[in-house]
């Protein structure tokens, strides 16, 4: 597609569901980024992926959250057994290349998944 | 993040006017991004700053990188109701592929 899409751009849940959050990168992007936005603050980084691998998970707060990229083009972001501090904007970013540094690449994002928790 | 500090937190500009927003970081600079946040568009790229004192432009937005200072400005000249809404500086601060971001400049134009 043209941009970063993400789906659901809602979503309402009760405390104690499980939730899948779905991102579709620009096509052609080797690299993908999941950042989960509070309100009033920026983005903070959550995991990230070179095609399907996933390199790096330190920003996930706990093992109730987990991604996967079984292809390398889709990811999805699953939030077990959701709490209400899981309420935030979760981002989606794709970026051209797989790169060593920030400033290397282009972090391109999507117009997140709003998740409320009840 | 506190790694990165925005200022002001919000400010409001006549139409016509210009306006400045400022980043500063604690750390070591690798490369500093600036973002418009927009309801329901997401994060919008507008630049990206990579040496000192590099400075860039896109139609009426500069962006200018102090890597001494650990400081990076952006500034709008003759304001506009399409310039309002959430600026994010990004900053790669680790020299790897995560970004760190202030918390956001709000920016509402008067007509």
């Known amino acids: 597609g043209a941009g970063v899409s993400q789906s659901p751009r809602y979503k309402v849940t009760k405390r104690g569901q499980d939730v899948a959050l779905r991102c579709d990168p620009i096509?052609?992007?080797?690299?993908l980024y999941w950042y989960r936005q509070a309100l009033g603050q920026g983005p903070e980084f959550l995991t990230y992926?070179?095609?399907?691998?996933?390199?790096?998970k330190s920003g996930l707060p706990n093992d109730r959250f987990s991604a996967e990229r079984p292809e390398g083009s889709i990811s999805t972001l699953t939030i077990q057994r959701t709490e209400q501090r899981d309420s935030a904007m979760y981002r989606c970013?794709?970026?051209?290349?797989?790169?060593?540094?920030?400033?290397?690449?282009?972090?391109?994002f999507g117009p997140g998944t709003r998740l409320l928790v009840l | 993040s506190q790694e990165l500090e925005q200022s002001p937190q919000s400010l409001i500009v006549q139409e016509g006017k210009n306006l400045t927003i400022n980043c500063t970081s604690s750390k070591t600079l690798y490369g500093l991004y600036w973002y418009k946040q927009k309801y329901g568009e997401g994060l919008i790229f507008l630049m990206m700053l990579q040496k000192g004192g590099e400075e860039k432009s896109h139609e009426k937005i500069t962006a200018k990188l102090d890597e001494k200072k650990q400081q990076s400005s952006l500034h709008i000249t003759a304001s506009q109701p399409s310039h309002a809404g959430i600026y994010l500086c990004g900053a790669d601060l680790a020299n790897d592929y995560k970004l760190s971001f202030g918390a956001g400049t709000t920016v509402t134009v008067r007509a």
């Open positions: 992926f070179n095609y399907e691998a996933q390199q790096d």
């Open positions: 970013a794709s970026s051209l290349t797989v790169a060593a540094s920030a400033f290397q690449e282009t972090q391109y």
């Open positions: 096509s052609g992007h080797v690299s």
